[in-house]
């Protein structure tokens, strides 16, 4: 497939859009179901919990470091929105806006990362929170995702 294309937009957003030979149901499981999660996101990780509801939240964390948030919306298989705090800093990290459509037999996602100001999405950057999502969206391409 495809590698995903990154863009920023205006002074706040990073926007990612790839597209999987998936289905929206299935893309959507693997970005929901913990055990999918592990698969995908990084073979280090020690926690991974995800209520992909309205008033749920997430948590995935490594020996030296976490992300962890609020679930602020849910449209089960094709929008969530949640805030990603770095280490459990409430004051920093982006909203996080993830689409999916259909696609013919496939799914487009956008992922629009909204930062609150152009100065924590630079830093985001230059701290390479982006660094690796082409990497794990192509493992999530790969899984053998059924149902």
Known sequence: ????????????????????????SRVWRALTEPSLIR?????????CRMDARPGGS???????????????????????????HFNGDTTQGPTVITTLTADGTGT??????????????ATAIEQGFTDGIDQVYTRIEALALSG
Do not use: C, K, N
Not at 4 to 19: E, Q
Not at 39 to 47: E, F, H, M, T
Not at 108 to 117: A, E, F, G, H, L
């Open 1 to 24: 497939m495809t590698p995903a294309h990154f863009s920023l937009d205006g002074d706040t957003d990073v926007v990612i859009r790839r597209r999987f030979s998936h289905p929206p």
């Open 39 to 47: 698969q995908w996101l990084s073979p280090d990780l020690i926690d």
């Open 58 to 84: 997430f948590r995935y964390g490594w020996p030296e470091f976490f992300f962890s948030g609020p679930v602020l919306e849910a449209d089960p298989p094709h929008r969530m929105v949640h805030v990603e």
């Open 108 to 121: 487009r996602m956008i992922v629009t990362m909204r930062y609150r100001d152009a100065q924590a999405r």
